[in-house]
Nanobody, 128 residues
Framework: QVQLVESRGGLVQAGGSLRLSCAAS????????VAWFRQAPGKEREFVAA????????HYADSVKGRFTISRDNAKSTLYLQMNSLKPEDTAVYYC?????????????????????WGQGTQVSVSS
């Protein structure tokens, strides 16, 4: 069992930056695929970014590519999401996720049901 605890989000102006963190319990964090998803009001949860434990590759949604960076510190069992050049459309509740499934495709990393553990969610609001 893994528990994920996210840092507090916040309110930032458009063009600003924010870093989210997600602390995981358990001793095998290094062997989990990890990801960030987000859900805006009235919309479905959508994929943001993911990291594969097997080859340390990163995958991003087109909407955040070049602006967001996912990273992990296995020694601290912590996942990060660095968000730069934030836009009002980035406003959402952000969730971290972790899973042990063997995923062989980038598309697989984007599927929410491939992750077994979820954080509680943290609000990120970007003002124009």
């Amino acid at each position: 069992q893994v528990q994920l605890v996210e840092s507090r989000g916040g309110l930032v102006q458009a063009g600003g930056s924010l870093r989210l963190s997600c602390a995981a319990s358990g001793r095998t964090f290094s062997r989990y695929n990890v990801a960030w998803f987000r859900q805006a009001p009235g919309k479905e949860r959508e994929f943001v970014a993911a990291n594969s434990w097997s080859d340390d590759s990163n995958h991003y949604a087109d909407s955040v590519k070049g602006r967001f960076t996912i990273s992990r510190d296995n020694a601290k069992s912590t996942l990060y999401l660095q968000m730069n050049s934030l836009k009002p459309e980035d406003t959402a509740v952000y969730y971290c996720a972790a899973g042990r499934r063997w995923i062989t495709t980038a598309q697989g990393m984007e599927i929410a049901t491939n992750y077994d553990y979820w954080g509680q969610g943290t609000q990120v609001s970007v003002s124009s």
